[in-house]
T-cell receptor
Framework: GAVVSQHPSRVICKSGTSVKIECRSL??????MFWYRQFPKQSLMLMAT?????????EQGVEKDKFLINHASLTLSTLTVTSAHPEDSSFYIC?????????????FGDGTRLSIL | TQLLEQSPQFLSIQEGENLTVYCNSS?????LQWYRQEPGEGPVLLVT?????EVKKLKRLTFQFGDARKDSSLHITAAQPGDTGLYLC????????????FGAGTRLTVKP
């Protein structure tokens, strides 16, 4: 089945640091990938839709300059949390949908737990 | 407000009991997915339903998509401790599920 790899799985860093999270589709091409944030005991909240070769689409209330998204190839999207602060601590999850298929489910990575001290 | 309303939010039952989780919306969805998520992991897809009235079975789990494609239910028969987890429904409205939204989730605990 389709596999999405997310790296790193856990990051602990100091306030003010920028953190990059990678999301790779391992055995399929993904024109579109999605980035979610999940706070403890809550559901997934869509942050942005990452489009290969074009700008990401951000959900209302998500700062595009704070959460930089790059989708330079059909198998890789990156999310960079710039100048991270403790309130950015959360579980970040990416997903990808296989290019060329309609009504297909998204395939999720295993998430990245970001802890800002 | 959530586009998809899931109920109940929390459910704690004994092993062997049956349960039903509901996912409701006022919007029509082109497809609806159910996921299960373990702590510290990404959601794992259980099923996708696309046709109104569709019923799918996965061992002890039965999924139903409403006739109008606005709601869905997940029924678990004879629940086991291994069923414990966060169950999420997600609805796609766009052609390629570009507009997929998640419900708030149902946190299920099955006690041995």
């Amino acid at each position: 089945g389709a596999v999405v790899s997310q790296h790193p799985s856990r990051v602990i860093c100091k306030s003010g640091t920028s953190v990059k999270i990678e999301c790779r589709s391992l055995d399929f091409q993904a024109t579109t990938m999605f980035w979610y944030r999940q706070f403890p005991k809550q559901s997934l909240m869509l942050m942005a839709t990452s489009n290969e070769g074009s700008k990401a689409t951000y959900e209302q209330g998500v700062e595009k300059d704070k959460f930089l998204i790059n989708h330079a190839s059909l198998t890789l999207s990156t999310l960079t949390v710039t100048s991270a602060h403790p309130e950015d601590s959360s579980f970040y999850i990416c997903s990808a949908e296989e290019t060329g298929f309609s009504n297909q489910p998204q395939h999720f990575g295993d998430g990245t737990r970001l802890s800002i001290l | 407000t959530q586009l998809l309303e899931q109920s109940p939010q929390f459910l704690s039952i004994q092993e062997g009991e049956n349960l039903t989780v509901y996912c409701n919306s006022s919007s029509v969805f082109s497809s609806l997915q159910w996921y299960r998520q373990e702590p510290g992991e990404g959601p794992v897809l259980l099923v996708t339903v696309v046709t109104g009235g569709e019923v799918k079975k996965l061992k002890r789990l039965t999924f139903q998509f409403g006739d109008a494609r606005k709601d869905s239910s997940l029924h678990i028969t004879a629940a086991q401790p291994g069923d414990t987890g966060l169950y999420l429904c997600a609805g796609g409205r766009g052609y390629n599920n570009n507009d997929m939204r998640f419900g708030a989730g149902t946190r299920l605990t099955v006690k041995p």
